[in-house]
Structure formats: C-alpha cells, structure tokens
C-alpha cells in the first residue's frame, strides 16, 4: 500500500531503540492487523508506522493517507479542536478494543491489548498537553499521531511463539522468521589409501589319521598279542635273574639222599625238628588271648547349667557439644531507583516503612474530566524526604491550550502497612476558585503493589486513582 512519509526521528532515538527494532515493527504489524479488523483502516490510520533505516540510523513515520502533512503547530484554532476531538474519540475506541483484548485466552492478542490500551492513554495525554509543539501532523481532514513515547516503553517485547498460530492473517502482514541456518559443514582432508601389506602364504601340514571303525574281534586280537608279550618279558626275565624264581609253596620233609652224613644222623635231626615244631605250636597256643567281655556302657554325666553372665552397665558417652555456627551476616540489597511510568509498591518485608520512598514527582490519574470542556485532568504530586509537598493541576481551556494552573499542599503518613496521602486542596488563582480536599488510601497486595482510592471530605464520593512515578 502507498505510504508517506510525515516525520523523520533523530540519530539519538534511533540509537535508544535499534537493537529492538525488530520488536517494534512487529508488534506494530500486529497492532494496527487488529485495529482494521475491528475499527477498519480509518480507525486504524491514526497511528504512525515506525520504518528503521539502518544505514541513515534514523525512523520514518509513514501513513497510507492521502493529502497534505501539516504539523499541529502549523494549525489554525478550528484545526486544533477538530483534531482533538478525533483524538479524544480514537482514544475511547481503542480503550474498548484493549479491554476486550485481554480478555481473550490468546497471548498474542493480550499482548497488543495492553499495547492498545497504553496507546488509548496516549492520545488522551497527547490532547491534554499541547502547550507546545506535540507530536501530531494532520493528513487531510484525519490526525495522525507519532506514539513513540508509546512503543519505545510497552512496544520492545518480542511477539509470543504462537503468534502465527493463534493469528493466521499475520503471516500476510508479517513474514515469519526465517530459522537460523544450519552450521557450515568443515570439508575434511582426504584420507590417503593404505598400501597393501604382503603377506606371507604358508601351507598348513595337518597329519593324516585315518579312523577306522573298531570291532569286538579287534579287541580280542589287542588283548591277546598283550598278553604273548607280557608272557615273553617274564620268561626273559626269570632267565636273566634266576634267584627271583618263586619258590615252593608246599612243605616237604627233605629226603634222605639230600644229606652227606648217614641216615641215623639225619634221624636224628628230623626227630629234634619235630619237637622244636610242637614247642612252637604249644607256645602259640599259650599266647592266644583270652576272650574278651564287652566294655560295661559309660554313662556321661549330666550337663551343668549355663548361667549366663550378668550383663555390663551401658554407659553412654558424653554428650558431644554442639557449637552454633558463626551468623551471617544479613547485606541488605541495594535500593532499586524507580523508573519512570512505574507504579506505586510499597515493601512488603516487616520492617518499619520509610516515608521518604514517596521523594519525588508522581502522576495521578484519576479519568476525571472537566465538566467545562469535558478534557481529562491530570494531577501532579510532588514530595521531599519528610512526606511534604504540593499538588499540581494544569486545566485546558476548550481548544486543548494551557488555561491555568492549580497548586496545593499535600502531606503523607503510613497507617500500618496503608499509606494515606491528605490533599488540602488545589487553589485555582486565574479563575478564583479552588479543588475540594480530599484523601487518598492506597492498599498494597501480597507483592507490594498498591491500589488508591480517592475520598473526598466534603461529598465523601469515592473513586479508584492510579499513581504512576513521573
């Protein structure tokens, strides 16, 4: 779609949100995908597209409608009001539509919910101050805002993994992220072929057995040429040593013709031989034991009782004492400055609360509106380390200039872990008149976070105030 250019960023912002740039186009993709779908591309052409020039390191804010630029300075009074009175409608629109949007279950739609919503504040704050040179250009008869304030604070967020998903139109809009490209491949070296190694062939010589199969006549044949053998090795034997023959196992008296001498000697001797044989057989007679009696049964005796020991006094060891260790010691963290458009938290841990957390310049957004002109009012609370300080009201006349400022006393206390801020009223010195005191009463949760509540000491009405650090 044609586009032109209307404004131009300086080298300084480029270079605050460059490394987001991404981020920040698409979370405009999404948003302004949105606002046609729900408002169509009217409704959708109020709001400025951020394009980054790397190579001129700067922003050009385009918009696809036709007709001449003008800035908001260069209108005359009629222009003004007409552009703010869009404005204040656009910013109505888009508070309903962010409202909606985080009610869905999608993250990318809650995502450009709450930057829709922050954009509808935006516009509101775009029309209220515009003493000087805002950034708004008129294309034709349509306002065309710059919201870089907008998303260089809410818009640096990368868009949700499932985007395109929950999303399908997005993709036409906004081309998916290539993915990340695969790692170089290292060529390697070659690897050089191995020679060959000779080898030596040598011829395995297995003996030859042949196997036969071994019948019971073979056995028998075995067994027989055994024994001729062992027969012959003992006849061999015998007659090489012939003293080992065996000798006759048979007693025989000798004969008579084995002796020299005559036979009455040999008589003689066989007769002294048999009484020498009778002696020797009476005297084994005479040794031959007697029979014996079987031993008489040992009775053992019964088995003394066991009496066991008595057991030995267990005495514990003493006890061992336990020495405490040293304690740590407890550093505080730092103090965390707060940063600008960070709501009110008040410190949870139970120490006494500090009122000097309060120093310094805090905005109040009541959605209150003047009934004159029916433009938002802003309040601008400013406190030193005591919990002193003053209030602050800029009023616009109807054609959104700086008619007058208000200003007042204000003063702070802790009312147990409640923090109660008194406004004594701001005093309207251009018109003569002056604000009704009131009292705000801010509750924090279980993180800190505190929710205001105005009461005013007059009417006693009651309305929720947001209280953001300026």
């Not at 065996?246 to 009455?264: I, M």
Request: proline share 15%; hydrophobic share 40%; net charge negative.
């Amino acid at each position: 779609m044609p586009s032109q250019i209307i404004h131009t960023t300086t080298t300084e912002e480029y270079a605050s949100s460059a490394p987001e740039s991404s981020n920040l186009t698409a979370n405009f993709a999404l948003l302004n995908l949105l606002l046609t779908q729900e408002l169509g591309p009217e409704g959708a052409s109020s709001v400025a597209e951020p394009v980054f020039k790397p190579v001129s390191q700067s922003v050009d804010w385009r918009t696809p409608l036709a007709g001449a630029s003008r800035a908001y300075y260069q209108l005359d009074e009629s222009a003004k009001k007409s552009a703010n009175a869009l404005l204040i409608q656009r910013a109505g629109q888009y508070a309903a539509f962010g409202e909606k949007l985080l009610l869905s279950t999608s993250e990318a739609r809650k995502q450009a919910g709450r930057l829709i919503a922050r954009l509808a504040v935006g516009l509101t704050g775009v029309v209220a101050r515009t003493p000087g040179a805002p950034p708004i250009y008129l294309v034709g008869d349509q306002p065309v805002v710059i919201p870089w304030e907008v998303f260089s604070q809410y818009g640096r967020d990368p868009l949700p993994a499932n985007a395109y998903s929950d999303i399908p139109e997005l993709s036409a809009v906004l081309p998916q992220p290539p993915a990340p490209p695969a790692p170089p491949v290292t060529p390697t070296a070659p690897i050089p072929p191995v020679p060959p190694v000779p080898v030596e062939r040598r011829e395995l010589i297995q003996p030859i057995v042949e196997v036969r199969s071994t019948s019971f006549w073979d056995v028998g044949k075995i067994l027989l040429a055994a024994l001729i053998s062992f027969l012959f090795l003992l006849v061999l034997f015998l007659l090489i040593f012939p003293g080992m023959r065996p000798l006759v196992a048979a007693r025989s008296e000798p004969p008579l013709h084995a002796y020299d001498g005559d036979a009455a000697e040999a008589a003689r001797l066989q007769s002294e031989l048999r009484v020498l044989e009778g002696r020797y057989a009476d005297q084994l007679l005479a040794c031959a034991p007697d029979a014996v009696s079987p031993p008489a049964p040992v009775i053992p005796p019964p088995p003394a009782p066991v009496i066991p020991p008595p057991p030995a006094p267990v005495i514990p060891p003493p006890p061992v004492p336990v020495i405490p260790p040293p304690p740590v010691p407890v550093i505080p963290p730092a103090p965390v400055p707060p940063s600008r458009g960070q709501g009110l938290v008040i410190p949870v841990d139970p120490k006494p609360l500090d009122i000097s957390l309060l120093a310094g310049c805090w905005l109040s957004d009541a959605e209150l509106f003047n009934p004159a002109n029916n433009l938002p009012l802003f309040d601008e609370y400013c406190f030193d380390e005591n919990g002193r300080g003053t209030v602050r009201t800029e009023e616009m006349d109807s054609s959104g200039n700086l008619a007058g400022v208000c200003q007042g006393d204000l003063s702070a206390e802790f009312d147990g872990r409640n923090l109660v801020i008194h406004d004594e009223g701001a005093s309207c010195a251009y018109r003569g008149s002056a604000y009704s005191p009131y009292d705000v009463e801010c509750v924090p949760d279980e993180n800190g976070v505190a929710t205001c509540v105005a009461t005013s000491r007059e009417g006693g009405s009651s309305y929720e105030v947001e209280i953001t650090r300026k």
